[in-house]
């Protein structure tokens, strides 16, 4: 029953390095989801995929890059990790637009 | 620009008494609406929504969420909150589509 899982749970990394967050979905759901959030801004969508083969811009994109790798994943990279990206990092999914998102437990990512 | 508020940041209630948490959007049109708990270290979880129909919409854990379209307003109440119920909760809104919008969230204390 593990819904979605991300992976790392923790992650610590210095200005510059590259970092790819990975997110899984054992629920057979189209549309899938990444979110950060840091306090007081409640959570601000980074990139979405509405279905395998598609990704979109959310509200926050710049800094990131995502791919729909298939239907049960969906991973989110950082290519050159800024400070201004430590914050905890949210994976979700939904069989379709409009229905509840399903969320993991987050991934906390600090950046030196 | 479409934007979700959640008014108050803190708020702090007795173990037994009723609980009301906030929530308005600016939309042009009816939103879908959802409340989301969140427990410390963990993700969110849903408690409600609303599409459409009844405007009084039952949730899990004995809450409920009244829709006002005349206040673009979606509160969230529980008649006797307990300790387990000390926790963040984000209102969320969204129209066709993809794209949900969550407000800033509202940390709630329970006081023994």
């Known amino acids: 029953n593990a819904g979605v899982t991300q992976t790392p749970k923790f992650q610590v990394l210095k200005t510059g390095q590259s970092m790819t967050l990975q997110c899984a979905q054992d629920m057979n759901h189209n549309s899938m989801y990444w979110y950060r959030q840091d306090p007081g801004m409640g959570l601000r969508l980074i990139y979405y995929?509405?279905?395998?083969?598609?990704?979109d811009k959310g509200e926050v994109p710049n800094g990131y890059n995502v791919s729909r790798l298939n239907k049960r994943e969906f991973s989110l990279r950082l290519e050159s990790a800024a400070p201004s990206q430590t914050s905890v990092y949210f994976c979700?999914?939904?069989?379709?637009?409009?229905?509840?998102?399903?969320f993991g437990d987050g991934t906390r990512l600090s950046i030196l | 620009a479409q934007s979700v508020t959640q008014p108050d940041i803190h708020i702090t209630v007795s173990e037994g008494a009723s609980l009301e948490l906030r929530c308005n959007y600016s939309?042009?049109?009816?939103?879908?609406l959802f409340w989301y708990v969140q427990s410390p270290g963990q993700g969110l979880q849903l408690l409600l929504k609303?599409?459409?129909?009844?405007?009084l919409v039952q949730g899990i854990k004995g809450f409920e969420a009244e829709f006002k379209r005349s206040q673009s307003s979606f509160n969230l109440r529980k008649p006797s909150v307990h300790w387990s119920d000390a926790a963040e909760y984000f209102c969320?809104?969204?129209?066709?589509?993809?794209?949900?919008?969550f407000g800033g969230g509202t940390r709630v204390l329970v006081k023994p």
């Open positions: 979700a999914s939904s069989e379709k637009p409009n229905q509840p998102q399903h």
């Open positions: 939309y042009g049109a009816t939103p879908y």
């Open positions: 969320a809104v969204g129209l066709s589509g993809n794209k949900l919008t």
């Open positions: 609303y599409f459409s129909g009844d405007t």
């Open positions: 995929s509405a279905s395998e083969g598609t990704t």
